[in-house]
């Protein structure tokens, strides 16, 4: 598998994984609010299985493919804020928020200066 093939499963994994992980950290506030906190926990332990089930294979995918340790973590919070804010938008009911756009160039930048290199 070439590098850009294997960056390009990574991300997409880490992206499927996230999706999970989101609505496994915030999910409940919306769904679960008049539940007592166990439950919200457990159906969030239930939600991030699925999103270790796809987080580990690509973070170990990515790392054998020779993407760095650094360069993952920082590929993982570019994706986080990728898939918080149109959850926090289509599925929450906030706002687009100037601050997302300064944190998203923030990350960009981020990956930028990790992956030079």
Same mark, same amino acid.
Request: contains cysteine; aromatic residues 16%; hydrophobic residues 60%.
């Given at each position: 598998? %070439?590098?850009?093939? %294997? /960056? &390009?499963? %990574?991300? %997409?994994?880490? &992206?499927?994984?996230? !999706? +999970?992980?989101?609505? &496994?950290?915030?999910?409940?506030? *919306? ?6 906190? =166990? ?9 991030? /299985? +699925?999103?270790?089930?796809?987080? @580990?294979?690509?973070?170990? $995918?990515?790392?054998? #493919? ?5 360069? !993952? *973590?920082?590929?993982?919070? &570019?994706?986080? /804020?990728? @898939? +918080? ?7 929450? #009911?906030?706002?687009? *928020?100037?601050?997302?756009? =300064?944190?998203? !160039?923030?990350? @960009?930048?981020? @990956?930028?200066? $990790? +992956? /030079? #290199?």
């Amino acid at each position: 598998m %070439t590098s850009l093939q %294997t /960056l &390009a499963l %990574t991300a %997409t994994m880490l &992206a499927a994984s996230n !999706l +999970f992980m989101t609505f &496994a950290w915030y999910g409940h506030l *919306k769904h679960l609010q008049a539940s007592p906190w =166990w439950i919200a926990a457990l159906a969030s332990w239930g939600i991030a /299985l +699925f999103e270790y089930l796809l987080q @580990v294979p690509a973070n170990r $995918i990515g790392f054998a #493919g020779g993407i760095s340790l650094a360069q !993952l *973590k920082i590929l993982q919070e &570019a994706i986080t /804020l990728a @898939v +918080f804010v149109p959850f926090a938008m289509l599925h929450m #009911g906030e706002g687009l *928020k100037w601050n997302y756009l =300064w944190a998203g !160039l923030c990350l @960009v930048g981020a @990956v930028y200066f $990790i +992956f /030079l #290199g």
